[in-house]
């Protein structure tokens, strides 16, 4: 099955500077990669996801890009504030039957003020 | 739209006691789930369903035991607790397919002692 795996397992960044967290799948079926957000006590929510037709997305502060040659996809958030705080999780599916949603660890980003 | 809600919020078992997770989702979504989350582990899935009288395992199966008799509902059920199920347990459901968006309850936080 597919194994989804993000490095690391912290990131501490300063207030303004930008972030980068990677994934890396195993499954070459995969074609949709899903980002988390899980602030403390709360559900995860989808912040932004992109799929195997297309090699980077954006959505103002955040974007994600995809190497399917590598297999691995990057969520960047830039001009990073307090609020960007919070457990991401990558995560991997592929359309058809037996598909299933994999998330990998996640990682905790900390954004110091 | 309530979305994804789960019930109870908070529990506390005996070791060898038995119990249902519920989860009610009104957004007529095909594809529901059970994920636990553990430090250090990510989202797990447990078991999951892509429609009424059809479910399947995942990850971590074992310990747990579902049905879909209904679109809306997919309970959870504990066969026999252990300290090992200690854990925050999510359900979530998706409109049509894994690679579509996944909406989260607020989660479960079970405890056993």
């Known amino acids: 099955g597919e194994n989804v795996e993000q490095h690391p397992s912290t990131l501490s960044v300063q207030e303004g500077d930008s ?3 990677k994934c890396t799948y195993s499954d070459s079926a995969s ?5 988390y957000k899980q602030e403390l006590g709360k559900r995860p929510q989808l912040i932004i996801d992109i799929r195997s037709n297309v090699g980077e997305k954006k959505d103002q502060r955040i ?5 399917k040659t590598a297999k691995h996809f990057s969520l960047h958030i830039t001009e990073t ?8 999780f990558c995560a991997a599916s592929y359309t058809g039957a037996n598909s299933k949603l994999t998330f990998g660890k996640g990682i905790t980003l900390s954004v110091r003020p | 739209n309530a979305g994804v809600t789960q019930t109870p919020k908070f529990q506390v078992l005996k070791t060898g006691q038995s119990m249902t997770l519920q989860c ?3 957004m007529n979504h095909e594809y529901m789930s059970w994920y636990r989350q553990d430090p250090g582990m990510g989202l797990r899935l447990i078991h999951y369903s892509v429609g009424a009288g059809i479910t399947d395992q995942g990850e ?5 035991n579902v049905s879909r008799s209904t679109t809306e509902d997919f309970p959870l059920r504990l066969l026999s ?4 199920q200690t854990s925050v347990y999510f ?4 409109r049509g397919g894994w690679n579509t968006e996944a909406f989260f309850g607020q989660g479960t936080r079970l405890t056993v002692v």
Do not use: M, R
């Not at chain 2, 607790?81 to 090992?84: N, R």
């Open chain 1, 81 to 88: 504030q307090p609020e960007d705080s919070a457990v991401y």
């Open chain 1, 63 to 67: 974007a994600v890009t995809l190497n």
């Open chain 2, 60 to 64: 971590v199966p074992n310990g747990y």
């Open chain 1, 31 to 35: 074609n949709y990669f899903p980002w």
């Open chain 1, 19 to 21: 972030a980068v967290i």
């Open chain 2, 91 to 94: 359900c979530a459901s998706c």
């Open chain 2, 24 to 26: 009610a989702q009104d």
């Open chain 2, 81 to 84: 607790a252990a300290p090992s």
